[in-house]
């Protein structure tokens, strides 16, 4: 497998009888449901390019259906109907991003707004940068929240590191 050079973000909200179902329905949403999704850890490989995923753009961006696609991803699940369920993903770019690597980090929560998650997402991110004594030229972030409904709800964000 080669160094990615693009990390695509994404979200997505589902609904369905069992988590699994859910979770594939918040996939599918996302537009990336015909995919092998393989977890990474959060490390930003230099000088790739961050898109956001969109209708318009994903048949270019997209590998083909079945591919195995490393990602980093947040997922929750609604615990209580009515109760608001958010998933994020905070992007640190470091300054000389050409020479330094980037960040991805994640959160979840039940009962906390899309806002504060990524308040608390951007922390873990600026304390890992801290810790690596890089400097953050940007932070982004890939987020969703909603409501939870009466069968199991699932959101997600997540980058995909193509």
Known sequence: MGLPS???LTSGVGIGTTKLNAFDNALLNAGIGNFNLS???SVIPPKAKIIYLSKSNSKKLLPK????VPVVYSCVYGKKIGKKITATLSLAIPKNYG??????FE???NDIGKNKVEKICEKMVVEAFQN???KIEKILFAST???AKEKITCAVAIALMI
């Open 39 to 41: 977890p990474v850890s």
């Open 99 to 104: 020479r330094y690597n980037g960040l991805i």
């Open 65 to 68: 259906i079945g591919s195995i």
């Open 145 to 147: 929240e909603c409501v």
């Open 6 to 8: 693009k990390i695509i």
């Open 107 to 109: 959160f979840a929560a």
């Open 132 to 134: 690596r004594n890089l």
